[in-house]
């Protein structure tokens, strides 16, 4: 039975990819040039929208490991970034045309995937099958997925709060409590005098933001405002909604602030925590000079700023299971953007893992997770560990890894010792996988 993909973006091409490496037949579907996504120009495959920087190529930032741990195992992604390269300074950059002709000209000379140029309006009832349509997924197959998974499980847009590393925080200042000490002390503190108020709101009304394109135009929900637009609407309107201060007295001085900004624990590791309720338009860097004004944040160190745009996406969480597939509807594994991941790299990765394990299903046996120390483990642990509650896409960071036993390092040290752990368990994991497919070709050709 041939296994058919939706969407060759980088996920479906990379799990189409995988597939064929396993002697599995693949259907890939890609609907250019019948019909164009708003954010896409090219007929090529696996076209890079946004931005020709594929982020840091160094080991000192997570992204830079899993491009490592892709390239290590002959990721069809890593392959054509390697090979259409441009200069970056410390970033991995291609050439996108060159780019997206590479990997349309390898899938197109892979003989056991057949194109199909096409679009797929209807969810096949029985599989396998790899949904891999990407953030701007159409609308009539994100009702059947709704239908599939339940409507309040998918998100049509990113509302994002930044995240701050948990030891950037400046302790002397902020406390630990939750409102009127109900429940445990759950929510980092950080408290800001009047004055301190006045000129944050003052700052936000006056920072620059980011403009809209035409297909991630927003409705605002009461409930998800960018903080800036709340601020727009009155000065006391944060003192009164996120950042109301009442049942959080100071341990300090015994007095309620005037505002405080809540800290919410983002991982299970409590590496990072995320500013409650502060979801924004804001471009990074006035992100961050504005948010390190907040006290207890001066030198605040972010995992990831914030953002409103346009990504559907599913809460992973409630509705995948831990080999990525639906848990409705087993038959259908999810790839890339639509499945939770944020980025490119990370979006190749997730359709690394789905081609495999759909081949390993495919050919009788399960392939391994990789292990939870790797980069691409910690990534589908965010997937299926994350709070479902407060469930919202993330970049592969450090802050999603199992902390390291033994004895504390200095920021940069433990981060490179963290990617040479990730390195060290990623051959057994590879090792296991190949055997399974070599044996699978032994089979196949006897």
């Known amino acids: 039975m041939k296994v058919s993909i939706i969407g060759a973006g980088l996920a479906g091409c ?14 890939l579907y890609e609907m250019k040039p019948q019909r164009f996504s708003p954010a896409h120009q090219s007929e090529q495959l696996a076209e890079l929208v946004c931005s020709n920087s594929l982020r840091g190529a160094g080991m000192n930032n997570a992204v830079g490991c899993l491009k490592e741990e892709l390239r290590r195992i002959g990721a069809l992604f890593i392959e054509a970034a390697d090979a259409t390269a441009v200069p970056a300074g410390g970033a991995l950059a291609v050439d996108r045309d060159e780019f997206s002709r590479y990997i349309s000209e390898k899938i ?7 194109l199909v140029r096409q679009e797929v309006c209807e969810l096949p009832a029985d599989g396998p099958v790899i949904l891999a349509s990407g953030p701007l997924t159409s609308d009539v197959l994100s009702q059947q997925l709704a239908q599939l998974i339940g409507t309040e499980h998918l998100y049509f847009y990113d509302a ?9 925080i400046n302790f002397d200042i902020v406390w630990r409590a939750s409102r009127y000490d109900k429940g445990g002390a759950d929510y980092i503190n950080c408290p800001l005098d009047q004055e301190q108020y006045n000129q944050f709101i003052a700052d936000l009304l006056k920072a620059d933001k980011v ?7 927003l409705i605002h929900f009461e409930g998800c405002m960018p903080i800036e637009e709340m601020a727009a609407r009155g000065v006391q309107t944060l003192a009164f909604g996120p950042m109301k201060p009442v049942g959080l007295p100071d341990p300090r001085t015994g007095r309620i602030p005037h505002a405080v900004i809540q800290l919410r624990q983002d991982n299970r590791h409590a590496s990072l925590y995320n500013l409650v309720g502060f979801q924004t338009r804001l471009i990074y860097p006035e992100q961050e000079r504005i948010f390190r004004k907040i006290p207890g944040l001066e030198n605040a160190r972010f995992a990831r700023l914030g953002s409103m745009h346009r990504n559907t996406f599913v809460n992973a969480p409630n509705a995948l299971n831990h080999r ?17 991941v944020e980025g490119y790299v990370e979006s190749a990765a997730c359709g690394l893992l789905a081609g495999l394990f759909v081949a390993g299903e495919q050919r009788g046996h399960k392939v391994p997770a990789p292990p939870a120390v790797t980069a691409l483990g910690a990534l589908l642990n965010h997937l299926q560990t ?18 390291l036993e ?13 990617a040479a752990r990730a390195l060290d368990a990623l051959p057994d994991w590879w090792t296991r996988i190949r055997e399974n497919r070599d044996k699978d070709e032994r089979i196949c050709s006897s």
């Open 324 to 340: 990525l597939q639906l848990k409705s509807a087993p038959h259908i594994t999810l790839a890339g953007q639509l499945s939770g």
């Open 406 to 418: 033994g004895r504390k390092m200095k920021r940069a040290d433990r981060r490179l010792a963290m």
């Open 160 to 168: 994002i709060a930044p995240i701050v590393e948990a030891d950037s």
């Open 108 to 114: 197109a000379a892979a003989p056991q995937i057949e």
């Open 14 to 27: 990379e799990a189409a990819w995988q597939l064929a490496r396993f002697g599995l037949d693949v259907r």
């Open 211 to 217: 403009a809209g394109r035409e297909f991630e135009k």
């Open 386 to 403: 994350a709070d479902a509650d407060n469930f919202q896409p993330m970049n592969v960071n450090y802050g999603l890894f199992p902390p």
